[in-house]
């Protein structure tokens, strides 16, 4: 089964990634996490993106196009879950194209809702342990006190993303609002999309998701 995560940033789309790829052996494909990744592994194509990020602006279709294109290439396991992909008409026109040459079908899409309020608190309160990518929040799941990471056992350091700033958070938003809210009105045409309420508790979240995958 394969699936895309849709939501502004913050709405909880890599913590719900996180949960389906422990429990249902799905593959995730976060393009934010592999355009960071080049970024810390300092290749040109890092270089380019690392500014864009921080500003909070998309990065071209065509690296992150290039970027799924590789991906899709590798193993399959339980089926992918896009997080973060497609953010642009062309760049879900190009997913559609790339699912159907590896004979691959696209089987849902799932709108995550968050008003902005929740959002700005959301990013703002959140960190990652740098040895696994857990993801923490100051409000709803504090970093443990004795610094050891609760899912990878480790304590390394836990960072803040470059961009959860506020002004960056505002152009990432409106990024979103122009740019990828537009892809709601092309699935919901497809007859592809269901929209659920983000906003309460990660395990609601959970549980709304379950049943759509299972409907
Ligand atoms: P990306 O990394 O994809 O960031 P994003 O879309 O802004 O989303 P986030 O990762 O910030 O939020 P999330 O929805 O995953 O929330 P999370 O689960 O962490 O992209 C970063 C940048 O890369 C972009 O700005 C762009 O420059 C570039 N880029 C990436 N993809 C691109 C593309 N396709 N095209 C062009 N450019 C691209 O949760 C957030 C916080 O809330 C956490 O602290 C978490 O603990 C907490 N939380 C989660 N769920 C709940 C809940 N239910 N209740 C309370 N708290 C919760």
């Given at each position: 089964?394969?699936i895309?995560?849709?939501?502004?940033?913050g709405?909880?789309?890599?913590t719900?990634?996180?949960h389906?790829?422990?429990?249902r052996?799905m593959?995730?494909?976060?393009?934010?996490?592999?355009?960071r990744e080049?970024?810390?592994?300092?290749?040109?194509m890092?270089?380019?993106?690392?500014?864009?990020?921080a500003r909070?602006e998309l990065?071209?279709d065509?690296i992150?196009?290039?970027?799924?294109?590789?991906?899709?290439?590798?193993?399959?396991g339980g089926g992918?879950i896009?997080?973060?992909?497609?953010?642009t008409?062309?760049?879900?026109?190009?997913?559609?194209?790339?699912?159907?040459?590896?004979?691959?079908?696209l089987?849902?899409?799932?709108?995550?809702?968050v008003d902005?309020?929740?959002l700005?608190d959301?990013?703002?309160?959140?960190s990652?342990?740098?040895?696994?990518?857990?993801?923490?929040?100051?409000?709803?799941?504090?970093?443990?006190a004795d610094?050891?990471?609760?899912?990878?056992?480790?304590?390394h350091?836990?960072i803040?993303?470059?961009?959860?700033?506020?002004?960056?958070l505002?152009n990432?938003?409106?990024e979103?609002y122009k740019k990828?809210?537009?892809?709601?009105?092309?699935?919901y045409?497809?007859?592809?999309l269901?929209?659920?309420?983000?906003l309460?508790?990660?395990?609601?979240?959970?549980?709304?998701?379950?049943?759509?995958?299972?409907?």
């Open positions: 089964m394969n895309i995560l849709l939501g502004p940033p709405a909880g789309k890599g719900q990634a996180h389906l790829v422990a429990t052996d593959i995730q494909l976060s393009t934010g996490d592999m355009l080049a970024k810390e592994s300092g290749t040109e890092g270089k380019r993106v690392a500014d864009v990020m909070g990065v071209t065509e992150v196009i290039g970027l799924i294109r590789e991906k899709l290439e590798g193993g399959k992918f896009f997080d973060g992909f497609p953010r008409l062309p760049q879900a026109d190009a997913l559609g194209q790339l699912l159907s040459e590896c004979g691959e079908t089987d849902a899409v799932i709108e995550m809702q902005d309020e929740a700005v959301r990013i703002t309160a959140r990652t342990c740098s040895n696994c990518g857990e993801v923490y929040n100051d409000n709803t799941k504090p970093i443990p610094g050891v990471c609760t899912k990878c056992g480790e304590a350091e836990f803040r993303r470059a961009d959860d700033n506020e002004e960056a505002r990432r938003l409106m979103y990828t809210s537009p892809l709601i009105g092309y699935y045409a497809k007859d592809m269901s929209s659920i309420n983000g309460g508790p990660v395990d609601d979240v959970q549980r709304s998701i379950a049943a759509i995958l299972q409907g």
